[in-house]
């Protein structure tokens, strides 16, 4: 793939104490990439997505989007240049309407605040109008089911659907770079299989838009990201084609256990 690389990280280090989470890491995305995470419990793929997105501040690295330094600024700014981020656990407002979640989503686009509301309502109401019809297309996008649910409050929904709203309202904030935290776990095959289709639909329709996606389903992980990087205790083992990385003994180990890749490799 030969598209310009939108987000890089490199010699990302994050220490909690003692505890090296994530050692000298680097890695690329490239414009309308799909790039899959994979590694045991406790790797490190979530803590390098809460580095890129802000939460954490790495001990030392950088990140960079399109060549600027993002790490350091708060993370509504990281959200407002264009990085979106769904999370391993939900946190849907599950009082709220599907709809409604789509619509804060928008925040970092909308104008209006309190004051706006009580003093200039027509605008309020309008920018209010304009959001809901963006939202709207936004949850068609990501699944017909799931628009027609779209007066239903959250919590209602099933956990296949609780997940593609997820990336709705990630999708709100319009941004270039999508990462995407487990977003299998829980689902059965045949929830899994159609949250693939779903994410593959998306990148047809936004074929600009570069994606992560930290996932454990390895029927996932071999059909859809384009290229694969595996992290282990915080390092970075593999990355390449999913053909590549799963034929090396580290991987295997990693992932299997001595012995099973011992067996394997037999
Ligand atoms: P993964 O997502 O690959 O399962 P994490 O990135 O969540 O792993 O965690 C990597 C390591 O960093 C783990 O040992 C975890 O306990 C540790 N860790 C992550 N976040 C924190 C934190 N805020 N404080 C202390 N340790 C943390
Ligand atoms: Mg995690």
């Known amino acids: ?100 979640n789509v619509i804060i989503g928008r925040h970092t686009h909308m104008k209006t605040g309190i004051f706006d509301v009580i003093l200039r309502r027509s605008k309020a109401e309008a920018e209010l109008a304009e959001a809901a019809a963006i939202a709207e297309g936004l949850l068609k996008a990501v699944s017909r089911g799931l628009y027609e649910q779209r007066h239903r409050p959250a919590a209602e929904l099933p956990q296949a659907d609780r997940r593609r709203l997820e990336i709705a309202r990630a999708l709100a904030s319009e941004p270039k770079v999508l990462l995407l935290d487990e977003p299998s776990s829980g689902m059965d095959d045949a929830d899994t299989d159609a949250l693939m289709d779903d994410i593959r639909a998306l990148c047809a329709e936004r074929p600009e838009l570069a994606m992560m996606i930290i996932e454990h389903d390895m029927r996932l992980v071999a059909s859809l990201p384009h290229r694969v990087l595996v992290l ?29 890749a011992q067996n394997a490799q037999a």
């Open 232 to 260: 282990d205790y915080g390092q970075k083992l593999a990355e390449g084609s999913y053909e590549e990385v799963r034929l090396i003994p580290r991987v295997q180990e990693a992932y299997l256990g001595r012995k099973a």
């Open 1 to 100: 793939m030969s598209a310009p690389v939108i987000l890089e990280g490199s010699g990302l280090t994050m220490r909690f104490g003692g505890l090296v989470a994530m050692a000298e890491v680097d890695f690329t995305l490239r414009k309308g990439e799909i790039l899959g995470i994979i590694g045991p419990n406790g790797a490190g793929k979530s803590t390098l997505l809460n580095i890129i997105t802000g939460i954490y501040v790495p001990s030392s690295g950088e990140v960079r989007l399109s060549g600027e330094r993002l790490n350091g600024q708060p993370a509504h700014r990281i959200v407002g240049k264009g990085i979106a981020r769904t999370f391993q656990s939900s946190r849907l407002f599950g009082d709220l309407s599907v709809l409604d």
